[in-house]
Structure formats: structure tokens, C-alpha cells
């Protein structure tokens, strides 16, 4: 069964540093890949996905990730974080053999952002 | 204005009650999904519809039904409330894409079971 990791439910970082969230997952064959940011009462918004072609991929406000398929992993960078990053950060996965729909998500990440 | 909405924002209620969510989207979207969102476990697939006539269940249907009133409307249903329904749920939407479908999220209901 497919499955998505994220390290760490909570990531804290000084405004101005570089920010990295971690996904991990678990298929047979690389599935379509997505981070999704949600802000303080707010739904989920898509930030950026991966579906094919170049592995690394850019997003909205800045943030960028990159699919390694030998490590299984999409981890999401940011060089520098604003105030206005912080939220919680979900990885997900849709299986490719699916119809592309049924969704994984992990656990969320929840970036907090130090003046 | 907001392409998915869900009524109410904020739902108190008590253990055995019956209670309805209520999502509408403007998108256009044929497919649309129900979700709860607990801490530390992400979001969980509670119903999926992929039309009016096409409803399934997702990992966590027990304790729900759902209502696909038309292309714009999916109603989510607690028929008895428990506690441990306690959580903020989120309608969503999506379109059939050839790479993966983006979803397309409400606001979010956060319900409480008393």
C-alpha cells in the first residue's frame, strides 16, 4: 500500500533561513507527487506538484521540490522564510494506476517562522 | 467569492444527534470528496463522488453518509454523532486530469461532539 512520510510534525526556523520539509514515500511506481500548504483557518491549497519531466519543480511563493526516485523522497526548500510561511505543510501522493485520484496525504508539517 | 463552501464553519453538538455538512462548488468540478483532518494524522478520505450517480466510500465511512444532491452539492451526514467525530472536516474538488488530480479545498468545518 502506498504511504507518505513527512520528518518531523514540527519544523521552527528563523525568517531568512533556508526552510526544508521532508517527504518520504513508499510505491512500487512512482506516483504523482504534490505539496499542499494550509494557512491558519483556511483550507488546503495546492503549492506545487510533480506528474513528469523535470524533477525539480517550482511552486507558488518561492518554494521549490525536488523528486529523487531513488531516495523515494520530495522534499520541499524554500531558500529563504518569510513570517507570512508559516502554516502547516502536507505531502501527498495520488498512484498513478488509479485514474489519478485517490490521494495519500501525510501528517502535515507545521512551519513556524522566529522574528 | 470562494469556488468551495462549506456551511457551517463551526458545528457543536451532542453525542446521538443527527447533523449535516453542506459543500457547494462553482468550479464546475464533477468529482468531489469528503475528508476529516485530525492532529498528527493528516487527512483521511471519509467519501469520494466522481458524479450525481457515483458515490464510494473512502478509508473512514463508518458513522457517515453522504448525499450527492447535484454536480455542485455533496452533503456530508453524522446520522449519530460520537465524540471521537470530533474533528474539522474539508469538502474538496477536483477535475480528471492526465497527470494526477489537483484538489481544490472549502474552508473547513470544525465540529465538535459533546
Known amino acids: 500500500a502506498q504511504s507518505v512520510t513527512q520528518l518531523g510534525s514540527h519544523v521552527s526556523v528563523s525568517e531568512g533561513a533556508l526552510v526544508l520539509l521532508r517527504c518520504n514515500y513508499s510505491?512500487?511506481?512512482?506516483?504523482?507527487l504534490f505539496w499542499y500548504v494550509q494557512y491558519p483557518n483556511q483550507g488546503l491549497q495546492l503549492l506545487l506538484k510533480?506528474?513528469?519531466?523535470?524533477?525539480l519543480v517550482k511552486g507558488i511563493n518561492g518554494f521549490e521540490a525536488e523528486f529523487k526516485k531513488s531516495e523515494t523522497s520530495f522534499h520541499l526548500t524554500k531558500p529563504s522564510a518569510h513570517m507570512s510561511d508559516a502554516a502547516e505543510y502536507f505531502c501527498?501522493?495520488?498512484?498513478?494506476?488509479?485514474?489519478?485520484?485517490?490521494?495519500?496525504f501525510g501528517a502535515g508539517t507545521r512551519l513556524f517562522v522566529k522574528a | 467569492d470562494a469556488d468551495v463552501t462549506q456551511t457551517p464553519r463551526n458545528r457543536i453538538t451532542k453525542t446521538g444527534k443527527r447533523i449535516m455538512l453542506e459543500c457547494s462548488q462553482t468550479k464546475g468540478h464533477d468529482r468531489m470528496y469528503w475528508y476529516r483532518q485530525d492532529p498528527g494524522l493528516g487527512l483521511r478520505l471519509i467519501y469520494y463522488?466522481?458524479?450525481?450517480?457515483?458515490?464510494n466510500k473512502g478509508e473512514i465511512s463508518d458513522g457517515y453518509s453522504v448525499s450527492r444532491q447535484a454536480q455542485a452539492k455533496f452533503s456530508l451526514s453524522l446520522e449519530s454523532a460520537i465524540p471521537n467525530q470530533t474533528a474539522l472536516y474539508f469538502c474538496?474538488?477536483?477535475?480528471?486530469?492526465?497527470?494526477?488530480?489537483?484538489?481544490?479545498f472549502g474552508p473547513g468545518t470544525r465540529l465538535t461532539v459533546t
Open positions: 510505491s512500487s511506481v512512482p506516483p504523482y
Open positions: 510533480y506528474t513528469t519531466g523535470a524533477t
Open positions: 474538496a474538488t477536483s477535475e480528471p486530469g492526465l497527470a494526477g488530480d489537483e484538489q481544490y
Open positions: 463522488s466522481f458524479d450525481v450517480k457515483d458515490i
Open positions: 501527498a501522493v495520488t498512484p498513478t494506476n488509479t485514474g489519478g485520484f485517490k490521494t495519500i
